[in-house]
C-alpha cells in the first residue's frame, strides 16, 4: 500500500490503489458478513440441540409416568387376589380409575380380553359391547406375545373422536396364557398444549414422530395432518435394544421454507422429536447486522474516492486518510474478533465435558479431545472451591430454572489472572451431576467500576464544598441585610416618627402621607426579616436547633393551621455546626412539602440521639405520596437525600395512599464529632 503511495503522481497508480482498497474492503466486509452468519447459525444449531433434548426428556417422563401406571395396574392383576377376579369386575374398574387419577396425559386405561373384546375401562360406566380385535395395539400381542409394550400410531376414538396414542402391554394368567391386554389411551392434546408452550415464543416448528415417520403431535396444531408421515424431515432410522441417546441437526426445507431442523430420540420410546427453526428467525439478527455493515462499507468508499480525487492536488493529505482507514480498518478487525460469551460444562470431578470455541480460546485449551483436560487447572483454588460447592450443593434433583450469578478468578496460561462474571447452573443426568458455566471477562469493568466510586467520593466532596459555599454565602446575605439594611430602614423609620411630630396642625394631609409611609417601612421590613429567615435563620446560629425547630413549627402552624407535634431530644447538635444546619433544612423542606401536597392536618416531629445516631421522623396524616412519584423524585426529596447522604446519613420516605408519609433520616454522631 506504501509503494503504491510512494508513486502517487501517476495516475495509473492511483486508479490501481482505488481499486486495491475497494476490492479489499469489500472482501473483508463478506468475510466478515460469512463468519457472523456461520456463527448466527451454529448458536441456532446448538440452541435446536438443546431444546429438543429439553422436550425429549419431557416427553419421555410423561409416556414414562403412564408406563408406571399401567406396570403397578398389571401387577396388582397379576397378582393373587387379581387372577382371582374376573376382568370386568367392579374392583377392577375401581383400580383402573385410581390408575388414571392424577396423570392429566392418561386419558384412561382399558382391558381387551383374548378375544379382542372391551372388557373394562375406567370411563364412565357403561353398557356398550364393543370389538377391538381388528386394533394394533391388540393384534401386535397375537404376533408377538413376548415384547414387553407396544405404541400404536396417533388413532381417534371410537367413543368421543379424540386423537390418541395407545400404549398396551400384556398380562398373563397362571399358565402363562394371554389372559388379556391393558391398554392405555394417552391424550395427544397433552403434548399439544405443551410444545405449543414452548414453540409460541422459541420454535416455528415441533414435531412429534414415530419410527416410521407419521406425526404423533405437533405444533402448531394440525388434526387434519394426524397420522400423515412427514417427508420433509430426516430420520434418526429406527431404534435397537442398548443404543443410546440420538440426536441430529440438519438443514431442511419443510413446506417450501428453508431452515434447519433439530431431532432428538425419545428415551425408552419409538418416537423422535423435531424441532425447526426458519431460515428467517435465525438469520434476522444477521440481516440487520448485514444491512449495517454495507452502509459503513458503502461510506467508506465514498470516503476513499474523496481522498483518491484530492490525492491529485494534496498528496500531504494521502497519508492521513490512509492512516484513518488503516485504523477504522483494524477496528473492525478487532470487532470481527471479539469474543463470545464462553461456555463450558464439566462434571463432578471438574472434568471439561463441553466447551465451545470461545471457551478454548479464553483458556487457550487444544482442539483435540478434552474429556480428561481439568478445568480446575485453569482457576485458582478459591474458585475451584466454588466450582465443587456449586456441583455438591444437595442431593435433591436440579431445578430447571435453578440458576445464579457469581465471580470467580481464573490463570490464563501466561500466569495473567482474570476476573469471570459467571453464571451457572447444575443438573443430575442418570446419577452423574454436571454444571454448566458461562463466562464473561469482567476484569475491565472492575476497574472501571472503581474509577467510577472514585469519581462518585470526588462528585460527593465537591457537592459538600458548593453546599457549605451556598450555606455560608446566604448566611452572610441574611445577616447583613438584618445588621445593616434593617437598621437603616429602622432609622428611617424613626426619622419619620420624629418628622411627624413637628408638623404643623394645620397641614393633616402632610400628617397622613407620613403616616402612610411609616405603614410602608413597616411592611418593607417585615419582608426584610422573612427574606433573612429564608435565606439563612440567624437564630439556628444564635440559639441552636431546638429554638430555631420551635420557632420553624410555630411559624408553619400559624402560616397553614396544621398543628405540628414537636419533640426534640435533650441534647442537641453543635451550634451552628452541619448536623444542626441539615436537620433544620430537612424540617423546613418537609414541612413546605406538607403544606403544598399533603393535605394534612397533623405533623410529627421526633429527634432522638443514641451512641451512633442523630434520628429525624418527621410524619404526617395526609394523602401519602404516589408510588409512581417516589420513583421520579422532585428536588425536594433529592435535596433532603443529599444533605443526609453526604454527612454520611441514610434518607427513607415510606408512604401509603391516603395514610400519610413518614421521612426518615439518620445521620452518624461521629460526622459531628469529627467536624468538632
Known sequence: MQVLMGSANSTRALLLTFAITIMVLILGAWLMLYDLRQTDVQQAQNQLAGLSRVLSDQTANSLESVSLVMRSARERLSDPVGRRLDLDDTPVTFLLKARVAGLPQLRSLFIVDRAGMLANSSFADRTQVMSLADRDYFQHFLNKPDDSYFLSPPLRSRLDGEWSIFMSIPFFDEAHHLRGILVASIRIDYFNKLYRQVGTNLADGIELLDDRGLRVASFPQNDELMGIFIEDLPSLGPITDGEPERHQVAPVI????????????????????????????????????????????????????????????????????????????????????????????????????????????????????????????????????????????????????????????????????????????????????????????????????????????????????????????????????????????????FELRWLESRLPAQRPDLSSKLGAMVKQLDVTIAAVRRITTELHPLILDDLGLTAAASWLADQFAQRTGIEVDLRLADEEPTQGGPVALALFRIMQESLNNVAKYAEASLVEIRLHRNTYHWQLVIKDNGVGIQVESTKREGFGLIGMRERSTLLGGSFDVDSVRGRGTRIEVRIPVEIEQRQA
Open 254 to 493: 419443510l413446506k417450501g421454507v428453508p431452515g434447519f431442523a433439530g431431532l432428538n430420540r425419545v428415551n425408552g420410546f419409538p418416537l423422535t422429536i423435531a424441532l425447526f427453526y426458519s431460515e428467517q428467525r435465525v438469520l434476522a439478527p444477521w440481516r440487520k447486522i448485514a444491512a449495517m455493515v454495507i452502509l459503513g462499507v458503502g461510506f467508506v468508499v465514498l470516503l476513499i474516492l474523496l481522498a483518491t480525487v484530492s490525492l491529485v492536488s494534496h498528496l500531504k493529505q494521502t497519508d492521513a486518510l490512509t492512516l484513518a482507514l488503516h485504523k477504522q480498518d483494524e477496528r473492525m478487525r478487532q470487532l470481527i474478533q471479539s469474543v463470545h460469551d464462553a461456555i463450558v460444562t464439566v462434571d463432578a470431578g471438574l472434568n471439561i465435558v463441553m466447551l465451545n470455541a470461545a471457551a478454548r480460546k479464553m483458556f487457550s485449551i487444544p482442539e483435540p479431545a478434552t474429556e480428561t483436560f481439568r478445568f480446575a487447572n485453569c482457576l485458582d483454588d478459591k474458585s475451584a472451591h466454588k466450582l465443587s460447592l456449586w456441583l455438591h450443593e444437595g442431593d435433591a434433583p436440579a431445578d430447571p430454572d435453578e440458576n445464579s450469578l457469581d465471580e470467580i478468578t481464573a490463570k490464563r496460561p501466561n500466569g495473567q489472572s482474570v476476573v469471570l462474571e459467571t453464571s451457572y447452573s447444575s443438573v443430575r443426568v442418570q446419577d452423574q451431576r454436571y454444571l454448566t458455566l458461562v463466562l464473561r471477562d469482567v476484569s475491565e469493568r472492575h476497574r472501571v467500576e472503581q474509577a467510577l466510586r472514585e469519581s462518585n467520593r470526588q462528585l460527593k466532596e465537591l457537592t459538600a464544598m458548593l453546599q457549605k459555599v451556598r450555606e455560608d454565602e446566604r448566611s452572610r446575605i441574611a445577616r447583613e441585610m438584618h445588621d445593616e439594611l434593617g437598621q437603616l430602614i429602622t432609622g428611617i423609620r
